[in-house]
């Protein structure tokens, strides 16, 4: 299951969370609790020590087509999005 950072919601798959992920406004930022002019900005610099960040700079990444992502910081994220937002199954039980 992939969890969504912003409502706890689960998924079946990365690309429905995805999907799921837009309907977010992106400038607030759950684990901080603040709005920020450049969210994308803001999840990167956090997202080089706090992981969470990360996950939120991943999937915020993805919705700004034009948004030229630090490449080896997305490929970091990308792979921590896949590991952490897959929820443990047996955490449930
Ligand atoms: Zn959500
Ligand atoms: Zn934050």
Redesign the pocket.
């Known amino acids: 299951m992939y969890v969504c950072p912003f409502c706890n919601r689960e998924f079946d798959t990365l690309m429905y969370l995805k999907k799921h992920f837009k309907r977010h406004n992106i400038s607030f ?1 759950p ?2 609790k ?1 709005y ?1 002019k450049k969210p994308l900005e ?2 990167a610099k ?1 997202g080089t020590r706090d992981e969470r ?1 990360l996950i939120l700079y991943y999937l915020s990444t993805n919705l700004y087509k034009n948004h030229k992502p630090n490449s080896k910081l997305f490929k970091k994220a990308s792979d921590i999005t896949k590991e952490l937002v897959l929820k443990d199954e047996e955490d449930r039980n």
């Open positions: 930022c684990y901080c603040k920020y803001h999840y956090k960040h």
